[in-house]
């Protein structure tokens, strides 16, 4: 059976489309279409859900209209100049787009200007008209949905958070408990790969339902500034989980509790702030109950891991690296949950938001860099789609006109912003038109009279899809959309065989030509899009060793720059992006690449990106802290970074799987001359080793390259297995 909040969602959304209409056919609108269509896109499972989306598109319906007339004023009378200038504007809308929070915004303000210089081609007195009423229409929609959103049955998106929120906290703690079972057992479980991927969606679930909570709850507006700081914190602490998890193979041999005292009770402690962490979300939404406000004080402090001087001196140099490189991920895993329960108790009301903020080397890891060469080549395939079209349309002039470039460059701006299969949208598009919008729009529409009853046939007919909508959300919106658009109902309502035959035929060439422009921008083999991105990830790793040569005070900002935008657009991106390319693999074509195999790839380049991140981290502590140290050891810390990168380099044009064996000596001797060099300068009492961190923090840094190292002969044992060429090879 239906569940009771989709029949009413589905009602909700009957409701408002009929008041609409009604609202439209009494004021006697000329484009009720378009109040039709914002209702269909805006309708969202909470209110605030809802309006925020509906404001965006109020907002980008007034910047894009803008935009539209003066590119009519400008330049109806060039064609080619109205097309460079569309094309360019597609281009600047789809860039920023993709960064933004207000990318459905952007989308709107990004299709209209084309809309209404192809509405009004030809009639260029027709512009302010179709502005005027396409303003108000919108408008109307959004006001109308939001208000039976917020009438009848609502549903505030503050309640969805609360209960994301729950969620998010119990598998937080749970992945930390098998993470210290790996401590014990040298194992980690299989359930820990799927509960990554489930937090991963969690947290992003989670902040896309805060976006909706700052519209229609007013405790979560009130503490936007502390819900931006959470934001930050939550993903802090998923990072930092992850880099102490990267590196407890290195050390779970040693003898933990002698070497560092507090470890065991340490750990204890984070396992217990994020048990108050969850109880405090609890607790927040029931302001009266007693959360204990003087629990806190023992969890608020720093966890004491120094290392045992006597037990510490006896260990071998790279064991002494890696336990200080794992103690320095620990206080930062420290830092963030205590960070994270201050933020809690924030929002519980038992401190208080006066100069709360977010920790600098918290915010820096989320700050996006301005340049993102990746979205600028997506940004690129509306605009390429568009002039496709518009070439098109002026030497062949399709049915629809102008309507086609225009309609090629909004949904192509829709399939960068959604990620959707255009060939597949327009198949159910084309059997939803032809089965379900003909039959209705030929057969019973003529049959109905009076405004009473198409109201009647429009109530009907949302709440049947929208009900179907529950199970596939494809019928929810679709079947409504085209009717919308292809009926047209209005007081004036008239019926056209060859229109609804002419959307049809502008459908198919539209995505049709987007599909064909999808098809030579980007390879239609799963295989060669893996290997691409496999490469591209290389490259960025081997930019990003580059990038640890500009480390004097000069030039450390723009070093920290470079690997920062390196990272995040060549790096991150990449596990994820491999995930979901290894989906449509063909793996009867490749016997020799077999599932495992393909998944330890995935896995190892995972464990590359952190221990990058990791090496990152304690660059910059080493870089800040002690520069000079930095300056005694260039010339060898300098030759490391090269064998490094050439590594990488090889990686990236598959050539030379051995190549990390040739380095393999040479890097062990260079990481054993860097730690002779400083324990020598070390005994001899050297001025820039008077502080007892400087060999520590040295020491952390060393353990991090070693990890890093360390999952590099991991992944060479991989790409040893898999077959590249099969992959390269071409099938035809």
Not at 370 to 375: L, M, N, R, T, V
Request: one cysteine or more; hydrophobic letters at 45%; proline letters at 4%.
């Amino acid at each position: 059976m239906f569940q009771r909040i989709n029949l009413q969602e589905a009602f909700k959304l009957a409701l408002s489309v009929v008041l609409f209409y009604w609202l439209a056919f009494w004021m006697n609108w000329d484009m009720p279409k378009y109040g039709g269509l914002a209702i269909a896109v805006i309708s969202l499972d909470t209110t605030g859900a809802s309006l925020r989306k509906g404001l965006m598109r109020i907002i980008g319906t007034m910047v894009g209209l803008a935009v539209g007339f003066l590119v009519i004023g400008w330049l109806a009378q060039d064609r080619w100049g109205n097309m460079l200038f569309l094309a360019s504007y597609y281009v600047v809308i789809s860039y920023f787009m993709q960064g933004s929070r207000y990318g459905y915004a952007w989308l709107v303000a990004g299709f209209l200007p084309s809309l209404i210089w192809a509405e009004t081609y030809g009639n260029v007195d027709f512009a302010f008209h179709y502005a005027t009423f396409r303003y108000l229409e919108t408008t109307a929609g959004v006001v109308v949905y939001t208000l039976v959103s917020a009438l009848i049955w609502p549903r505030s998106a503050g309640r969805q958070l609360n209960r994301q929120g729950k969620d998010l906290w119990a598998g937080i703690r749970k992945l930390f408990g098998l993470y210290r079972h790996q401590l014990t057992d040298g194992v980690l479980s299989a359930e820990a790969s799927d509960l990554r991927t489930g937090l991963a969606g969690n947290v992003a679930q989670m902040l896309t339902t805060l976006q909706a909570a700052y519209v229609d709850t007013q405790r979560v507006m009130e503490q936007k500034r502390v819900w931006e700081v959470l934001c930050v914190n939550v993903r802090a602490l998923g990072d930092a989980l992850e880099l102490w998890r990267e590196g407890i193979d290195d050390y779970r041999h040693l003898d933990l509790e002698r070497l560092l005292p507090r470890f065991g009770s340490g750990l204890e402690t984070i396992d217990k702030r994020l048990q108050r962490i969850a109880d405090l979300w609890q607790a927040r939404q029931a302001p009266d109950d007693d959360v204990g406000t003087d629990d806190d004080a023992d969890l608020l402090e720093p966890l004491g891991l120094d290392l045992d001087g006597p037990a510490g001196a006896e260990l071998p140099r790279f064991d002494r690296a890696a336990l200080l490189s794992s103690v320095q991920q620990l206080q930062i895993l420290d830092l963030t949950s205590r960070e994270l329960l201050r933020t809690l108790r924030v929002l519980a009301g038992i401190d208080t938001s006066r100069g709360f903020r977010v920790q600098s080397e918290q915010r820096d890891l989320f700050l996006p860099s301005p340049w993102q060469p990746e979205w600028l080549i997506k940004a690129l395939f509306p605009a390429v789609c568009f002039i496709v079209c518009y070439i098109f349309w002026i030497y062949i002039n399709p049915p629809g006109g102008p309507m086609v470039p225009m309609m090629a460059g909004a949904m192509a701006l829709s399939v960068v912003m959604s990620g959707m299969n255009p060939g597949q949208f327009l198949i159910w598009m084309l059997v939803i038109m032809w089965a379900i919008v003909a039959p209705v729009y030929f057969f019973v529409m003529p049959a109905l009279n009076t405004g009473f009853e198409i109201l009647s046939l429009l109530f009907v007919y949302t709440f049947f899809f929208a009900v179907l909508g529950g199970r596939w959300p494809l019928l929810r919106l679709l079947p409504l959309l085209l009717l919308v658009l292809m009926a047209d109902i209005r007081n004036q309502q008239t019926y056209s065989f060859i229109g609804l035959v002419d959307g049809g035929i502008m459908f198919t060439l539209v995505f049709g030509s987007i599909v064909v422009v999808q098809m030579l921008l980007s390879s239609i083999r799963p295989e060669q899009i893996l290997l691409r991105t496999i490469r591209r990830f290389f490259h960025g790793c081997a930019k990003i060793t580059e990038g640890f040569s500009l480390y004097r005070p000069k030039n450390r900002t723009k070093g920290q720059k470079l690997r920062k935008r390196y990272y995040q657009s060549m790096v991150l991106p990449v596990p994820r992006q491999l995930q979901a390319v290894e989906k449509n693999l063909n793996y009867k074509l490749f016997p020799r690449n077999s599932p495992g195999k393909v998944k330890r790839l995935m896995d190892n380049l995972q464990s590359i990106s952190f221990r990058l991140q990791a090496v990152e981290i304690a660059f910059n502590r080493v870089i800040t802290r002690f520069p000079h140290l930095m300056e005694t050891l260039n010339p060898l810390k300098n030759e490391a970074r090269a064998r490094l990168q050439r590594v990488f380099k090889s990686w990236a044009s598959f050539e030379g799987t051995d190549v990390l064996e040739d380095q393999r000596a040479a890097l062990q001797e260079l990481s054993r001359g860097l730690e002779q060099r400083l324990d020598a300068r070390e005994k001899t009492g050297e001025p820039d080793l008077t502080d007892e961190r400087a060999p520590r923090e040295f020491y952390a840094l060393l353990g991090t390259v070693r990890g890093l190292f360390q999952a590099m002969v991991e992944t060479q044992n991989v790409i040893k297995e898999i077959n590249w060429g099969q992959w390269a090879a071409k099938r035809f």
